[in-house]
């Protein structure tokens, strides 16, 4: 008797080991899959424009000084180089977005087309009025420019510019070190530096997932709206307004100087930790998890990066992102199956083979290899009926005979879609997946506790089945 016992247990270790390496090179395929998917994505970025981030308008103009100090050596001329920024004191961004998707192969992204206006004013000029740094220097400065600067100059389909009200010549590139692309109108020669100045730039501008806004004003007003229904906003700032439906999204944010470092960052030429002008923003799968990495200057410190505010154009149904989570319950889905079946062995005096065990498993494991490659061609809730309904159906009818029974093998498979019902609810899931497993957990525990109360497992290990083993049947 222990004997089989021993050859019992011995045989579901092998079971479990093999359905577990199985498991493993699904969700390896899985997430190879997901990897060509970036790749897709990375792709169209390449060929289009990537993720955006507008920054402007500003006023510059590039500046030299020259001086000459005494040494030991003699008179020696050094020269500097910098800019003159001067910073608005008004903002105002009206604009709208479309959304569509481009597609290479079987793998899809978001690609917004941006239309925006934008409205600056400065109270006056002075700070382009250039002050020596050293005594008996001498400062060269250049015209000064109105640039509006962009991550992914390749995205820019049109841009009109408009200084008091008179239109300009616009020419590619700011001239500006720390943001060099974008696009540049020089002002006007009657423009005094002591009046007001209003600027308007119209902006056509092509980008892929995500957007975003540099609050460059002293006082920021930008109002968005767009067609796509899944905005994730994210940035220093949420939207002070915003209504989200199915038709898609309107979305304001007012930012004041007082709240932000953004102008002070931008006339020091930090860097921009979002978009392409500074260090890269990664978003990781399901956290969005910033990750941010600065630059570093000449006297070895690291500049604040420039606050942004905007949003993502993400696809809440990422099919490889889900196929991924449901892979990790796989293990759990096996256990939970095998207690039933080893409650079906031990409550009606059954035998199941260890083979038989394993065939079940691997209908467990077969789902998740159905549900990716379905919902690569398949919207991601058809896919899931699908592959869940045929799984339910053969493990229903296998066992049916494993477990010599309609009258068994029904309830099985009813408990096996209940199953896959519940593994449908968390992957829907973010905020409460945790304690809606754990409460699935606890309920199941319960019921095999409750069936099991007054089963004499010593007379189980004393007494070998009376029935034969079970084999499937035609």
């Known amino acids: 008797m222990k004997t089989m016992i021993f050859g019992k247990f011995s045989g579901l270790l092998v079971v479990a080991v093999l359905l577990l390496l199985g498991l493993a090179q699904i969700t390896q395929l899985v997430r190879e899959r997901q990897g060509r998917h970036q790749s897709a994505v990375d792709s169209v970025a390449r060929s289009l424009a990537g993720s955006q981030t507008v920054l402007g308008p500003l006023v510059h103009r590039a500046c030299t000084e020259d001086w000459s100090h005494a ?158 229904p899944h905005p994730r906003f994210d940035g220093q700032f949420l939207p002070s307004e915003r209504k989200v439906s199915n038709q898609g999204f309107e979305a304001s944010w007012r930012v004041s100087a007082l709240a932000s470092s953004a102008q002070q960052a931008v006339l020091d030429a930090g860097p921009l930790c979002s978009g392409g002008m500074g260090p890269r923003r990664e978003l990781e799968d399901a956290d969005y998890t910033v990750a941010r990495t600065t630059a570093v200057d000449a006297s070895g410190h690291s500049p604040a990066c420039v606050e942004t505010l905007g949003l993502g154009f993400i696809d809440p149904i990422n099919t490889y992102s889900l196929s991924d989570r449901a892979t990790k319950y796989g293990l759990l889905f096996i256990a939970l199956t095998f207690v039933a079946v080893g409650l079906f062995e031990c409550m009606r005096g059954l035998r199941v083979h260890p083979i038989q065990y394993f065939l079940v498993g691997a209908a467990i494991s077969i789902f998740f290899l159905l549900l990716v490659s379905l919902s690569e061609h398949l919207a991601f809730n058809t896919a899931y009926a699908i592959a869940a309904s045929a799984c339910v159906l053969l493990l229903g009818y296998y066992a049916s005979h494993m477990l010599h029974s309609w009258r068994r093998g029904l309830p099985f498979g009813a408990g096996i879609a209940a199953l896959y019902g519940l593994l449908f609810v968390l992957l829907q899931l973010e905020q409460t997946a945790m304690v809606v497993g754990t409460l699935a957990l606890f309920a199941v525990l319960a019921c095999v506790m409750a069936l099991t109360r007054k089963l004499d497992w010593y007379a189980l290990l004393r007494v070998a089945p009376s029935a034969t083993t079970s084999l499937p049947t035609a």
């Open 71 to 228: 040494t030991d050596k003699g008179v020696v001329l050094e020269r500097s180089s910098f800019n003159l920024v001067a910073a608005p004191s008004t903002l105002n961004v009206a604009s709208t977005s479309q959304v569509e998707a481009r597609a290479r192969g079987l793998y899809a992204t978001q690609v917004f087309t941006l239309k925006a206006k934008l409205s600056a004013q400065w109270a006056d000029l002075q700070a382009l009025t250039p002050q020596p740094q050293h005594t008996g220097a001498t400062v060269r400065c250049g015209p000064p420019v109105l640039m509006l600067a962009v991550s992914d100059a390749r995205g820019i389909r049109q841009a009109d510019v408009q200084i008091n009200g008179q239109p300009q010549t616009v020419q590619a590139g700011t001239q500006h070190s720390a943001y060099p692309r974008g696009v540049q109108a020089s002002l006007p020669a009657n423009t005094v530096a002591n009046a007001p100045l209003r600027a308007e730039v119209e902006l056509e501008l092509l980008g892929t997932e995500a957007l975003n806004f540099v609050p460059l004003g002293s006082a920021t007003q930008i109002s968005l709206s767009s067609n796509w």
